[in-house]
């Protein structure tokens, strides 16, 4: 087919190399994934991490002490929801599909639109919203402050006279920097170990800088550009089906900010559009990083493809369409792989996955009567 | 009987109770102008959990209509994972209040009221633009909204029909209203205004004079014993702006407001209507019983430096106190327990928009 100029020159170059065996192909656009990176103002320490541990499983951090971040990130569910879209908060239903918590530490900004700035921020507006974990700050607090084992923590570890909320996002975004995984096979591979990906996944690797032209947004170590693009992910059906969908949906609308016309008429997620509020940037997502996706199906911001095979599918007819089809990017074209093709790529994006990162829950610390303080 | 040992402190009160007592027969609270089909839609989301973030509490969760819109308990219970610091009070002549809550921390109007309960992360816990999205979804409130004039379902509709419910809540047909006062009622009623000098704070048709004072009621110790209490306290008393507020281990009442020396521990007179139903009394709870609140300002309340001055003992003998609580019933009305003020249909469904993508949101 014929290749578009919008094509970046490493896929037109990687597609012009041609499909000779066995090169062991490293294109320069990926790479494998080192350590994360901590912000200067929340470096991580072991103790840090311990705590951090604790409050992403504890329900203290949530408006009815019954929705701790693991509600919706389960590590036995790929440390997200195997379902297509997220949990709500009781009483509702959320509009996204759960993102992974694995390497999670390495998006510039979280979210799948980019709403939030660092973990720390992420871990507030989750903690916060209406629809996922709706707490208040001040009595999240308030709770924290009434359990002797976290009295200690925070003292020891950030100085705090009582716990604060604020160190309590930071001491889970510091837990959620070691929920990383560097040794994929894929990393293996690129560090220069050629039998770490099949031949199988070796084509298939050709297929995804070359004529599958994954690679132009799918780049990096984290195989995310963290661009934001429409592809033509089709709304949820859930719309049209689940009364509690249809208010979640109305809400998120109303209070991510909308114009009157647009509340009134839009019937799919605007996306990047809440928060650059420009017409073009409607239906846009952040590019999600490919690693861990053995475990975190179904794909797509709005969980509406299944399995790896689907996605495969979706890209090769050239993605669907949607509400704001206008916006939808002109790299996503048909890409006429064949069967074998097609086989070749899910092979190699498996070679993205490690094995499958568990851990036994913390046990929670109870609240206890608050001593007066020594003066 | 020792008629003269109360002859000097019973001058004060005295006073003011020649201006107050009438005849036995009080003026009954006449009923606010309401719009029915207002009032009707307020009845509906006062007894529909949906109003709370997780549908776990109603208004008439702690608010019940058999107990006058009370609860029964000493202290209230609260949203999900914590429980209140307070008792909860009566919504009978909600309407006619000059401040609520027993700090009397908001003083503007019910809309604004019913927005605090609501949305208070202690209480309801609702962001209310979720709450609008919520009765959209609700056809019987999407008529009921049109019928009352307030077009489509708002939040800024729901506060103003839960509070032109709340106005209908008027004390009806109490003993003191009708002029059917036993004759111990009627002793009592002199004692009321009397010797007992109630009448100084307990004054008007809803007999209170809607000001806050110190009258010494002591502590609740389950506050700080259980921590699902003191957490929501720390979290009113932080937003408040209470200094120390970690360490605090007493209810400042209506300190909140000024934050003045003088107004730790004051609280609101409470309206003495339909305290058959109300039980158990004061701020946060601590008297169970009439007899035990008569026994309470028989003592000259409780110890507390900054008590109010008038609250002294009051000498009153076994047939007063028993009289003046035969008074104190006789301020009781009908149940609120009746189909004007219940919503008796178990209708709170949601139903799925077919068309949803030819159906304007």
Redesign the interface.
């Given at each position: 087919m014929l290749m578009k100029s919008t094509v970046s020159v490493v896929a037109l170059l990687a597609s012009l190399a041609g499909p000779a065996m066995a090169e062991n192909l490293r294109p320069d656009a990926l790479a494998p994934l080192d350590p994360p990176p901590a912000p200067a103002d929340n470096p991580t320490t072991a103790a840090k991490v311990a705590l951090g541990a604790k409050l992403f499983f504890d329900?203290?951090v949530s408006?009815?002490?019954?929705m701790p971040c693991s509600a919706c990130h389960l590590p036995e569910a790929g440390w997200a929801i195997q379902d297509p879209i997220s949990f709500g908060?009781?009483?509702?239903t959320h509009w996204r599909n759960s993102q992974t918590i694995v390497n999670s530490a390495y998006y510039g900004k979280l979210f799948w639109a980019g709403a939030s700035k660092s973990l720390e921020g992420q871990a507030r507006s989750a903690a916060r919203g209406?629809?996922a974990g709706?707490?208040?700050d001040?009595?999240m607090e308030?709770?924290l402050?009434?359990v002797p084992e976290y009295r200690k923590a925070f003292r020891e570890i950030f100085g705090d006279?009582?716990p604060l909320i604020r160190n309590a996002y930071r001491a889970m975004a510091a837990f959620q920097r070691t929920l990383v995984q560097t040794d994929t096979p894929f990393d293996n591979y690129m560090r220069g170990d050629d039998d770490a990906l099949s031949e199988q996944q070796k084509r298939g690797l050709e297929v995804f800088a070359g004529k599958g032209n994954c690679i132009t947004c799918h780049n990096g170590p984290l195989l995310s550009d963290e661009a934001y693009y429409n592809i033509g992910v089709p709304p949820s059906p859930i719309?049209?089906?689940?009364?509690?969908a249809?208010?979640?949906?109305?809400?998120e609308?109303?209070?991510k900010g909308s114009t009157e016309e647009m509340?009134?008429?839009?019937?799919d997620d605007p996306g990047l559009y809440f928060r650059t509020k420009q017409k073009a940037d409607k239906g846009k997502f952040r590019t999600p990083s490919l690693r861990y996706t053995k475990y975190t199906y179904p794909f797509m911001h709005n969980g509406t493809i299944e399995t790896l095979a689907d996605v495969v599918e979706f890209y090769d007819r050239g993605g669907d369409t949607n509400e704001f089809a206008a916006n939808k990017s002109k790299l996503i074209q048909p890409l006429g792989l064949t069967s074998g093709e097609k086989e070749d790529l899910v092979a190699f994006l498996e070679s993205l996955s490690g094995p499958e990162i568990l851990m036994e829950e913390p046990d929670i610390p109870e609240?206890?009567?608050?001593p007066?303080?020594q003066? | 009987m020792k008629p003269h040992s109360s002859l000097t402190k019973g001058l004060k009160v005295g006073l003011l109770a020649i201006l107050c007592a009438g005849a036995a027969q009080a003026e009954a609270i006449k009923p606010k102008d309401v719009d029915p089909a207002l009032a009707e839609l307020g009845k509906r989301l006062f007894y529909d959990a949906?109003l709370s973030?997780?549908?776990?509490l109603a208004c008439a969760s702690c608010h019940q209509p058999d107990k006058a819109f009370t609860d029964g308990l000493a202290l209230s219970e609260a949203?999900?994972?914590?429980s209140h610091f307070r008792n909860t009070p009566t919504l009978a002549n909600v309407g006619k209040r000059a401040a609520w809550n027993h700090d009397g921390r908001l003083g503007t109007n019910l809309n604004d009221v019913t927005r605090e309960m609501i949305t208070e992360?202690?209480l309801m816990?609702m962001?209310m633009?979720?709450m609008?999205?919520?009765l959209?979804?609700d056809p019987v409130y999407v008529e009921m909204f049109r019928a009352a004039g307030l077009g489509e379902p708002s939040n800024g509709g729901a506060r103003k029909a839960i509070a032109a419910f709340q106005d209908t809540i008027v004390s009806r047909n109490a003993p003191i209203d009708t002029g059917d006062l036993t004759a111990a009622a009627l002793r009592g009623q002199a004692l009321f205004n009397g010797k007992a000098g109630c009448v100084s704070c307990h004054s008007g048709d809803r007999y209170t004079d809607d000001k806050v004072h110190n009258t010494g009621v002591q502590d609740n110790p389950e506050i700080?014993?259980?921590?699902?209490r003191?957490?929501?306290f720390?979290?009113y008393a932080?937003?408040m702006g209470v200094e120390n507020y970690?360490?605090l281990?007493q209810d400042l009442g209506a300190f909140v407001r000024d934050h003045s020396y003088t107004s730790r521990r004051t609280f609101l007179t409470p309206s003495l209507r339909e305290l058959t139903h109300t039980a158990p009394y004061m701020h946060n709870g601590t008297l169970a019983t009439l007899e035990e609140v008569v026994d309470f300002y028989n003592a000259g309340g409780g110890a507390d430096t900054l008590k109010d001055q008038r609250i002294r003992p009051l000498d009153l003998n076994d047939s007063e106190k028993s009289d003046l609580v035969e008074f104190l019933k006789s301020l009781s009305g009908d149940s609120f327990d009746t189909d004007a003020y219940v919503w008796r249909k178990d209708d709170y469904d949601?139903?799925?928009?077919e068309n949803?993508?030819e159906t304007?949101?």
């Open positions: 329900p203290k408006g009815n002490n019954g908060y009781p009483g509702t209406a629809v709706n707490g208040e001040d009595l308030a709770r402050a009434f006279e009582y719309w049209e089906e689940d009364p509690l249809q208010i979640t949906f109305r809400f609308l109303y209070a509340y009134r008429h839009t019937k609240i206890a009567p608050l007066v303080a003066q | 949906r973030g997780d549908t776990s949203y999900s994972g914590v992360t202690y816990n962001d633009r979720l609008q999205e919520r959209k979804q700080w014993a259980d921590p699902e003191h957490i929501a720390v979290t932080k937003f970690m360490n281990r949601y139903t799925l928009i949803w993508r304007a949101n």
